[in-house]
Nanobody
Framework: QVQLVESGGGLVQAGGSLRLSCAAS????????MGWFRQAPGKERAFVAA???????TYADSVKGRFMVSRDNAKNTVYLQMNNLKPEDAAIYYC?????????????????WGQGTQVTVSS
């Protein structure tokens, strides 16, 4: 079992930045691939970024070059640095844990989820 708690969401103007954090507890954090997903009103939850136990990273095309995922295994925390935010980035952002290294963009591979943090981007 692993428990995940996101923080860092808020209201930001378009073009601004936010850094989300996800603190994990429970099983060995370093064993997990950690992913970020987001869900906007009326839309399905969608992949944003992921980082494997060996620091392999992958991103959705819509955030490449603007978002950066990182992890600090000593702090059991994964981060999502979001730069040049756009109104279409507004959503609830969730972190998730995946005990594997394949299918990183596939939501069904993630067995553990946080409660989400709201990101609002004003135009």
């Amino acid at each position: 079992q692993v428990q995940l708690v996101e923080s860092g969401g808020g209201l930001v103007q378009a073009g601004g930045s936010l850094r989300l954090s996800c603190a994990a507890s429970g099983r060995t954090f370093s064993d997990y691939t950690m992913g970020w997903f987001r869900q906007a009103p009326g839309k399905e939850r969608a992949f944003v970024a992921a980082i494997t136990w060996s620091d392999g990273m992958t991103y959705a095309d819509s955030v490449k070059g603007r978002f950066m995922v990182s992890r600090d295994n000593a702090k059991n925390t994964v981060y999502l640095q979001m730069n040049n935010l756009k109104p279409e980035d507004a959503a609830i952002y969730y972190c998730a844990a995946h005990l594997g290294g394949l299918g990183l963009q596939n939501i069904v591979n993630y067995g553990y989820w946080g409660q989400g943090t709201q990101v609002t981007v004003s135009s």
